[in-house]
């Protein structure tokens, strides 16, 4: 199966989910990167009629990066503690 792409974020295939659309939770690992991972099922759905789903995944993907930067800048405005 080709690499799949939702709105410009990588689709990951795993059966053993079990949401409809699975995202990693924000957390202040700047590597950290936006992924959907869904069941087979889900993704052959979508791919059915995309367009019906493109108006709520590009949601969920800007949510999701509006809530990964307040995090980051969360972190960044935390006092480090002294050594």
Do not use: G, H
Not at 13 to 20: A, I
Not at 32 to 61: C, E, G, H, I, N
Not at 69 to 81: E, I, L, Y
């Amino acid at each position: 199966m080709k690499q799949l792409d939702w709105c410009c974020v990588p689709v990951i295939l795993d059966d053993d989910t079990t949401e409809l659309f699975q995202m990693p939770a924000p957390d202040e690992d700047a590597e950290q990167q936006l992924v959907f991972r869904v069941t087979k099922s889900t993704a052959d759905l979508v791919s059915q009629d995309f367009s019906r789903y493109q108006p709520s995944l590009q949601r969920m993907a800007d949510n999701w990066r509006e809530a990964k930067q307040r995090v980051m800048q969360d972190k960044k405005a935390r006092p480090t503690a002294a050594a």
